[in-house]
């Protein structure tokens, strides 16, 4: 099979392990970047919610309306971020 087309790229087996190492590769980055996403949204959906709060009162209303803000949003957050960290294993 010296002669073959099919041999122009060197040993089948080893050929086979370069492609599924790549692709295990390409697969870790699509992982890493999906992760990186998740946890770019967390940020973002909990810096836009307390953004758009519509604060008054004294400092200490305030600091209530802020905190309760954050405990809506935050449980979703950390579920993006548990989920991110949960993809890269």
């Known amino acids: 099979m010296e002669?073959?087309?099919?041999?122009?790229f060197g040993?089948?087996?080893e050929?086979?392990?370069r492609m599924q190492e790549m692709a295990d590769q390409m697969q870790s980055s699509q992982e890493v970047a999906w992760a990186?996403?998740?946890i770019r949204?967390?940020?973002e959906?909990?810096?836009a919610s307390i953004g758009r709060l519509d604060l008054n009162g004294t400092s200490d209303e305030?600091?209530?309306q802020v905190?309760?803000?954050i405990r809506v949003v935050f449980p979703e957050a950390v579920t993006l971020v548990r989920e991110a960290r949960q993809g890269l294993r």
């Open 15 to 17: 050929l086979r392990a």
């Open 45 to 47: 959906m909990t810096v």
């Open 11 to 13: 040993d089948p087996d």
């Open 62 to 64: 305030q600091a209530m």
């Open 67 to 69: 905190r309760d803000a």
């Open 3 to 8: 002669g073959s087309p099919f041999n122009m």
């Open 41 to 43: 949204l967390a940020v």
């Open 36 to 38: 990186d996403n998740a």
